[in-house]
């Protein structure tokens, strides 16, 4: 058995947001509330696990701690006298932890974590606040990590969660998976929420591993789930082909030594043939709900490349096409970043040189390390070796990951 730090570690990763979705329930939707508790029992584990040893069910022992602090914490309440609903969630607490003090019953809860995204994203949230807050409380991103993947400074996105939990207990916003005919207005954001948590699993944004698995897997059993609760849903379906066909090449993109591994060079053998086939079936499934939106689209364009046996196989043209229509449908700096790649590879890098000029001449991406990136890998084709020097430079200055920072040195030496 691993040492308990590693364990203690590992479970927090993974199911920290589970955990968290669970208190919220019993807690009768108080956000921040269940936070604290949660925080609690992972600092009891703290001192409890190496004088006692790592329970054989970390994560059923963490929520029997957190519902036990809860129900000190009510009691005490009660002392001082304590509202209705408050003596409603200590009744419900006592009653869970009599009839499973073990804490084993969280599986009998699998939608906590479903319940918990439709919640973030109930309409009376602004559409950003929504994935944000789903961001930081069910998938355990950090608040400087949520800030990054919205592009403002963290103490900004720590006011904005602040006053969405504050909103949440005010408004009195229930915590349930909302009926079939509230559920659209809703998915858009929960879709995204997945969307962006595996996208911080499959690129991470900071550090020294380029992938977190455990976010990616998360974000896997959540659209699994979306997917069986809205299954005519065709977005839905396709953000699933999406996620899938990106995760089976995840192995090959990190070298023996955690280096990155650009797609043209990685071991197709490796490729998992089976996430693939899913993939595709559910892109299929998706044409067949009449869907070609953001998600289709992308699912498509991953379809592609996971279609192609050798790189010289791929069909870039398509792949331009399909970028071109994903900016008239999601318009956003990150897709035309994509497209210029994509027209490089299609029709040279000069060509796609130009959008990328566009791009930087506009202002948009200044900190995004991968806009200097491509612009370097294109002059360096071009022969530009000086040029290209000076935007690997300007690249390095804002890579936040180990293994691309090795990546773009490598390269840099390569052109000087």
């Known amino acids: 058995m691993p040492p308990w730090p590693s364990i203690l570690e590992q479970t927090y990763r993974t199911d920290h947001g589970r955990i968290v979705a669970t208190l919220i329930r019993v807690m009768g939707g108080d956000f921040a509330s269940a936070e604290e508790l949660v925080q609690e029992a992972f600092e009891a584990a703290l001192q409890q696990w190496p004088r006692d040893g790592v329970p054989a069910e970390p994560r059923a022992w963490l929520i029997r701690a957190a519902r036990n602090k809860a129900v000190d914490r009510m009691r005490r309440g009660v002392r001082l006298g304590a509202r209705v609903d408050e003596l409603e969630v200590l009744a419900r607490l006592e009653q869970e932890l009599s009839t499973t003090p073990d804490g084993a019953d969280w599986q009998a809860h699998p939608d906590d974590s479903l319940r918990l995204l439709f919640t973030c994203c ?25 800030a990054r993947a919205f592009l403002v400074p963290p103490a900004t996105m720590a006011q904005r969660l602040v006053r969405a939990q504050r ?18 207005e809703r998915t858009h954001g929960v879709l995204h929420a997945i969307y962006l948590l595996f996208s911080e699993g499959y690129a991470a944004t900071e550090g020294d591993a380029l992938l977190r698995v455990d976010l990616c897997a998360e974000a896997l059993r959540l659209a699994r789930l979306a997917r069986s609760l809205l299954p005519r849903n065709g977005e839905v379906a396709s953000l699933l082909s999406m996620l899938l066909l990106h995760h089976s090449r995840h192995r090959a993109r990190v ?9 043209d060079r990685q071991d197709r053998s490796v490729w998992d043939a089976s996430e693939i086939a899913e993939g595709l079936a559910q892109l299929d499934a998706a ?24 790189p010289e196989d791929t069909d870039w043209e398509q792949i ?65 070796r000086e040029e290209s020097a000076a935007a690997y430079r300007r690249a390095l200055a804002l890579v936040r990951t180990e293994p691309e920072r090795r990546f773009l040195e490598e390269r840099l030496r390569e052109v000087i």
């Open 320 to 384: 331009s096409a399909l970028y071109h229509r994903l900016s008239e449908l999601a318009p956003s700096p990150v897709v035309e970043l994509n497209r210029a790649a994509a027209v490089a590879m299609a029709q040279g890098p000069a060509q796609g040189l130009a959008l990328v000029d566009d791009l930087e001449a506009s202002g948009r991406l200044t900190s995004y390390h991968l806009l200097p990136a491509a612009r370097a890998e294109l002059l360096r084709r071009l022969g530009r």
């Open 167 to 184: 909103k949440i207990r005010d408004a009195g916003i229930p915590y349930v998976i909302p009926e079939l005919d509230a559920l659209a």
């Open 122 to 146: 109930h309409p009376a949230l602004a559409d950003d606040v929504q994935v944000a807050l789903a961001l930081r409380t069910l998938c355990g991103l950090t608040t400087d990590e949520v």
């Open 287 to 310: 044409f067949a709900l009449g869907a070609f939106g953001p998600y289709t689209i992308q699912a498509a364009i991953a379809a592609l490349h996971a279609q192609a046996k050798r």
């Open 255 to 263: 070298a023996e030594d955690g280096g990155l591994v650009l797609l």
